[in-house]
């Protein structure tokens, strides 16, 4: 089995987060927060080392301000919904996953708020910073109180200039919002240089905890509006949710076993480190481009953007197809529309979606050349027919 789906979730875990989780569950695996005895003592502190390495991992000066989640698409509905209020103009970019998309289209549906969105793609590289920054600027309008930036795309590994984007925003008094969920451990990020009063990342990703883990980073001093009330382990004689992070945003018992693990696995990317990461990532990207390039009946999308996923098509053979056959020969990828609307009609990939190869930390250049192989078997046998 060839796993290269890790844009989805990664897979396999290190063996140190599977180590914790086991650990959590068998020695320590109390309720955090809510009792003061020896067990909910433990995962309480367990937790807290989590907000630590991830408060520093992110550039936040505090671990009260990073917020479990159980994935991306909840820390984003959170920042979304309880950031704006009716009336509010936001701005989203054109590589935008559904986890923005659908929260941003609901709101709107319901006259809540208006939104426009802004181009990243296609401009080369280099010429991108400045481009983007005018097409966000064009798009500013009095009331315009958001922009949200999809980091790195799901589909391509098209990056967007977080820093340049945070300081314009910072400078026209935007709330800068960020879907980190292709780029948490992967890329560089840090909440304070770039202006980010929201960062939204997943746990099972790049950060190689499992599923069940998500992370919301707040700017220090931000207070929003809960998306779920409930038990907090604190004020319980109230009506109110705390008003102090994070507190006020987790109600409910949080999932232990699965942070714990987040903490290994965060732990795991800082000591190979971010650079490490992104430099093998790419090296298998451009060892891929190259033997897919030169395969005759192979499209690729936005080449030139090296990072750790790569998205292509076969000639007249429908993606989900094509991954069926994969599948069959040992080798998960994911085919489709990768939920990503925008994505996809921005990079023009056309009716059937696309394949997506997504690396991580485990892969290895056999595991692309193994790809290679089934990709040419597989356009050998569809022209015979
Ligand atoms: N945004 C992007 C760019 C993504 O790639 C994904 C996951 N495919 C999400 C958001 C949603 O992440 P999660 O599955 O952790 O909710």
Not at 247 to 260: K, M, V
């Amino acid at each position: 089995m060839i796993y290269l789906d890790n844009a989805a979730t990664t897979f396999p875990k290190p063996p140190s987060v599977r180590r914790e989780v086991d650990r959590c569950l068998r020695d320590y695996c109390g309720n955090p927060g809510r009792s003061a005895h020896a067990l909910s003592l433990a995962a309480a502190e367990a937790i807290f080392d989590c907000r630590r390495e991830a408060a520093e991992l992110f550039g936040l000066p505090s671990p009260e301000q990073i917020i479990f989640t159980y994935n991306t698409t909840h820390a984003l509905n959170m920042a979304i919904k309880g950031l704006l209020r009716r009336g509010d103009h936001v701005l989203i970019s054109d590589m935008e996953h559904n986890a923005v998309y659908r929260p941003i289209w609901l709101l709107h549906a319901f006259g809540e708020i208006t939104f426009d969105i802004y181009p990243t793609y296609p401009a080369s590289p280099e010429a991108d910073v400045e481009a983007i920054l005018d097409g966000i600027r064009q798009r500013i309008r009095p009331n315009t109180r958001m922009l949200i930036a999809s980091h790195v795309s799901n589909l391509c590994s098209a990056e967007l200039p977080l820093t340049e984007i945070g300081a314009l925003c910072r400078e026209r008094g935007l709330l800068f919002v960020v879907d980190a969920a292709q780029s948490a451990g992967i890329a560089d990020i840090d909440c304070g240089a770039m202006e980010i009063d929201a960062l939204c990342a997943p746990g099972h990703k790049g950060l190689y905890g499992p599923q069940g883990s998500g992370i919301l980073a707040l700017r220090a001093g931000t207070v929003m509006a809960t998306l779920l009330e409930g038990g907090s382990g604190v004020n319980s004689l109230d009506g109110a949710m705390p008003d102090f992070a994070p507190e006020r945003y987790e109600a409910g018992t949080l999932a232990t076993p699965a942070i714990a693990g987040l903490c290994a696995g965060i732990r795991f990317v800082r000591e190979r480190g971010v650079g490490q990461i992104r430099a093998a990532e790419q090296m298998l990207y451009r060892r891929l481009r190259e033997m897919l390039g030169n395969t005759k009946g192979v499209t690729l999308y936005a080449p030139e953007r090296e990072g750790s996923t790569l998205l292509f098509n076969l000639d007249g053979i429908a993606s989900t197809q094509a991954a069926a056959m994969l599948d069959k020969a040992g080798i998960c990828l994911r085919a489709g529309f990768h939920c990503a609307p925008l994505g996809h009609r921005t990079l023009n990939t056309g009716d059937d979606g696309a394949l997506r190869v997504g690396f991580s930390v485990f892969n290895r250049t056999t595991d692309l050349e193994a790809l290679v192989r089934s990709v040419k078997e597989i356009l050998r046998e569809s022209h015979k027919n």
